[in-house]
């Protein structure tokens, strides 16, 4: 048993429960069947207690005594299993919006669409996400807001500005010298990259992320190119980890992300180029690889339709097929997969359409599922809130019709979404 899977023990699941104590806060969710994420196995007639939004109790409905103050969300004929984690998205970014058509609107644009996303996403059953890359701290704003009550979305884990090289994937490189811009997280040297990391993390970084190769949606780089040194990235990740912060690494190109996975980086995104030798260094270290495996159909549909530029559809056609064959490779050696899926460069509240691809390229429905639940759960470092139906978690339910252990496709289309034992969907 690998230390990961290790973590994820199951709590002692099902208990007869004569009656519940009642409470202003309590509430009992039932359903017809729940997927234990933690067994692989599928339990009939759940019962979940949530108390003060956290699940206290998993019980056998057929037990239970409703009465008092208790909420009852009765979800009958429906299959229940863990909120949904999407470890890799863009609030504040629209993919109906892209290339130079972005400059057509002002700054503050940007934090009005992600509250309108935010709620996208939860509606599509992902109550927790990993944001990583928005500007002017706008991702910090917006989890301010909805933890606060002003605004509905996922439980968001901010990222602010992704760390850069000058000219690289996270710098700004659309206008001319006369216009010249540099992103404010662009660092030159080691020393700069640690002084950046506290930056960010003074002002809300939950999450370190850091671009060490080019992209699709760069201009002017070639999209695996490595752009920060192996120095300047261990200089991140240790510091970071210091500030017990994890780190998430864009990365195509294998130079770059073999240089990633020595450097201490937690997760890899998009991981398109990866060698053979380097996804075995990958298990070798425990390393997460967060493969983006749906978009490129999008990205391919729609073309140069929403602004995106030549250049970039043109990367796009280089490592769509690529990236989906190395997540193959991956999957089969044993690396340690989670659920990402850079919404915003497709539409939000479409992510559950990548479960598909990833049963398509080779896992099978529980690991998709795992790698959006509990598997995610471990790379976040949030085992005790998140990424599971178990006594201590938040109470972040979703419901859908049939069974996705048989037909993941199911999950596209959740009929139900309770978060912290409040049903808002």
């Excluded at 606060?148 to 206008?175: E, F, K």
């Excluded at 996804?279 to 749906?294: C, E, N, P, R, S």
Aim: hydrophobic residues 45%; contains cysteine; aromatic residues 6%.
């Amino acid at each position: 048993m690998s230390k990961f899977r290790a973590l994820l023990a199951p709590v002692a699941m099902l208990g007869a429960l004569a009656a519940v104590p009642a409470s202003a806060d309590t509430v009992i969710v039932t359903a017809d069947r729940m997927v234990d994420v933690l067994s692989g196995k599928t339990i009939d007639n759940p019962a979940v207690t949530i108390v003060d939004g956290r699940i206290t109790g998993v019980a056998d409905a057929r037990t239970i005594k409703f009465g008092g103050d208790v909420r009852h969300i009765d979800l009958a004929g429906k299959t229940i299993l863990p909120g949904l984690i999407d470890m890799h998205v863009h609030l504040t970014s629209l993919a109906e919006i892209g290339g130079y058509r972005g400059l057509q609107y002002t700054d503050s644009f940007w934090s009005a669409v992600g509250v309108a996303n935010a709620k996208k996403t939860l509606e599509a059953g992902f109550t927790s996400v990993r944001n990583v890359g928005s500007a002017d701290f706008q991702d910090v704003g917006l989890r301010e807001a909805i933890d606060g009550g002003w605004a509905v979305g996922p439980r968001i884990t901010t990222a602010t500005y992704a760390i850069g090289a000058t000219g690289g994937h996270c710098d700004d490189n659309s206008l001319p010298p006369s216009l010249d811009k540099q992103a404010p997280s662009v660092v030159n040297s080691p020393s700069e990259a640690r002084a950046k990391v506290r930056w960010l993390h003074k002002y809300g970084a939950q999450v370190i992320k850091i671009c060490a190769t080019g992209g699709v949606f760069s201009l002017g780089d070639s999209v695996g190119g490595q752009q920060l040194s192996l120095e300047e990235m261990k200089a991140i990740a240790d510091e970071a980890h210091m500030l017990h912060l994890k780190v998430a690494a864009h990365a195509h190109g294998d130079e770059g992300i073999r240089a990633a996975i020595l450097a201490g980086i937690d997760t890899i995104e998009h991981c398109s180029l990866a060698s053979d030798e380097t996804i075995k260094l990958a298990v070798q270290h425990g390393t997460w690889f967060d493969m983006d495996i749906y978009n490129d159909d999008y990205i391919l549909a729609t073309g140069t339709a929403n602004g995106t530029e030549q250049e970039s559809l043109d990367k796009e056609k280089i490592i769509g097929l690529k990236q989906r064959q190395t997540f193959q490779r991956a999957v089969r050696a044993g690396v340690h997969m989670i659920f990402g899926t850079d919404a915003g460069v497709y539409p939000h509240g479409d992510n559950g359409r990548q479960f598909a691809k990833m049963v398509e390229w080779g896992m099978t429905p529980l690991q998709a599922i795992r790698a959006a639940t509990s598997d995610a759960a471990v790379a976040l470092g949030k085992t005790e809130d998140v990424g599971a139906i178990a006594v201590g978690r938040h109470g972040d339910i979703v419901a859908v019709d049939g069974d996705p252990l048989r037909d993941v496709r199911v999950l596209e289309k959740v009929t139900a979404v309770v978060k912290g034992g409040v049903q808002v969907k």
